[in-house]
Nanobody
């Protein structure tokens, strides 16, 4: 079973930046698609960004141009650089790895104050 551990969340003012990290265990990281999802308070979980094993990326319209997903295969780590944060970005952010199915981490809280 893959283990995913997110870090880097916290409290930031609107307009600020945070970088989330997700460290994955196991040897399948380099061949796996990785993703970030988020769950705002009182709402359903939603897609944020995805990166393929080859580095192709895709983003939700709500974060396009502000967030950047990247990966470091040598460190088995995927990142989410979040700039120009808005209060609407407040959520628990989850990292996922796609193998035969999706495995998800426990999440990290991001709170953006106005």
């Amino acid at each position: 079973q893959v283990q995913l551990v997110e870090s880097g969340g916290g409290l930031v003012q609107a307009g600020g930046s945070l970088r989330l990290s997700c460290a994955a265990s196991g040897s399948i990281f380099t061949i796996s698609t990785m993703a970030w999802h988020r769950q705002p308070p009182g709402k359903q979980r939603e897609f944020v960004a995805v990166i393929s094993s080859r580095g192709s990326t895709s983003y939700a319209d709500s974060v396009k141009g502000r967030f950047t997903i990247s990966r470091d295969n040598a460190k088995n780590t995927v990142y989410l650089q979040m700039n120009s944060l808005k209060p609407d970005d407040t959520a628990v952010y989850y990292c996922g790895l796609q193998s035969t199915s999706w495995d998800w981490g426990q999440g990290t809280q991001v709170t953006v104050s106005s």
